[in-house]
Structures are given as structure tokens and as C-alpha cells.
């Protein structure tokens, strides 16, 4: 049976995304920072889908130095088909005017995550075959005022994942860039949501889970955002601008 790594494996996205493949008889590599969720993860997941072959739990934390996540790596690396990378924190608008925060926000979107990327696309050209699917975000594709400091971490997420993809697409690996756009998670707990326009886990779960199928490369949940983002990026600076609420 094929298997699934995944990192950050207790985020909703993720754990929707868990069920999918459970569902679909994949062995599960749940890895995460908490050891006390990752364990209530997969007895649930044991209890739901009894085909899912095996389970087993790792610790992985993004603060971990290079060399460590490099040896998390291959600790696994022999028998992992395909990776979902779903590490990330939101901006709660502190990153403005707090320089540390934005740090962390850049490490934990994006600069953290480099040893660990760098590592799983070696391995996977080496062999000649692998999956990395890596959620980002629609924030990273323009900037906006109300979140440019996440945003931009996504948009270097997004340029290192489109690089990564042109430099393997003739080794037979595949990289997967999923961009979600406003989804009903813990993560957004402290927002007012609006009433139209907002996805959820089990929407992007299903939508990653077809494009993998498919072979698609690039995901936008929900799908109606392609086509939104595509307008917000064309839309001229100066009117642009003004769209401090967009």
C-alpha cells in the first residue's frame, strides 16, 4: 500500500485531507508537535477507517535545526510515497508593528520549512517518483493591507514550490501547490467571517484529493477563487490601492 507523510498532521485541512486517504487504504505517517493530539489523530482515524493499513505518530516541529529535520526526513524517506507539508500560522495583524512576530510568521510559513522541502525533493528525484503537496495560500499571490507580512512569506512559499516543480516535472515527481482561500478553521477563531465567499476543511480536503487524482499541480479551494484571485491580480495599482477591505 502506498503512504502518506503528514506534517502538521492535527490541522484541520490536514486531518480532513487524513480521511481522504485513509478512506482510499493508504498507510498514514501522522508527524506533529503535539504528542497528545497526534496519539487522540490516530486512534481516531484507526477507529473510522479499519482498511487505513497502518498508523504511526513522529514528532516534528518547525523550530527544529536543519540537520534535525534533515534526519526526520530520512528516518522515512524510504517508504513515503507522497508528503503533505501543512505547517503555517495566520497573521492576527501583531506582525505590523511587532518586527519579532513577523519573523515568526516568516519562519513558520516559509523559511522554516526550506531543510525539510530541500530534503523530501532530493530524495524523491533521486528515485525517480514521489508526491509533495504543500498548502499555502491565496494571500501569498498580491500583497493586501491587512495581512502583506503572511502574505508575504506564502508568495516566497509559492515562488521556491513553482521553482521546485519546473526543476523535477521531468523526473517523474510531482509538486502540488494548494491555495486556499478563506477557510472556517481554529485558525481564523479570532475573525469575523462574511457570509459568502468562506470554504472549509472537508471542501479543500476533497478538492486536493481530485487534483491529486487528476495530476494537477496547482489548488484553489474553493475553486471559485481562481478565478477571483485572477481578477484581483490584474485589477490596476492605483485602483488597487483604494481595495484596502478587499
Known sequence: MPCL????????????????????????????????????????LREEYPVCPALSTLYYDVALSA??????????ASHV????????????????????????LTYVNYAGLLPLLNSIAQSFEERGHGTLMVISSVAGLRGRASNYVYGAAKAALNAYLEGLRQRVACRGVRV??????????????????????????????????????????VVYSPWYYRYLMALVRILPRFLYLRLKGL
Not at 507522497?82 to 512576530?101: H, N, P, Y
Open 176 to 217: 502540488m501547490t494548494i491555495l486556499p482561500g478563506l477557510i472556517d478553521t481554529r485558525m481564523v477563531a479570532f475573525r469575523n467571517l462574511p457570509a459568502w465567499g468562506v470554504g472549509s476543511a472537508r471542501g479543500v480536503a476533497l478538492d486536493v484529493w481530485c487534483a491529486f487524482r487528476k495530476g494537477k499541480d
Open 5 to 44: 507523510l503528514a506534517v502538521a498532521a492535527t490541522s484541520e485541512i490536514a486531518v480532513a485531507c487524513l480521511r481522504r486517504f485513509a478512506g482510499e487504504g493508504w498507510e498514514l505517517i501522522l508527524a506533529g508537535r503535539n504528542p497528545a493530539a497526534l496519539s487522540a489523530l490516530e486512534k481516531t
Open 81 to 104: 510515497d507522497a508528503v503533505l507539508i501543512a505547517a503555517g500560522m495566520l497573521d492576527d495583524g501583531f506582525s505590523r508593528r511587532d518586527g519579532q512576530k513577523a519573523l515568526e
Open 67 to 76: 540537520p534535525e529535520q534533515e534526519r526526520f526526513w530520512q528516518s522515512q
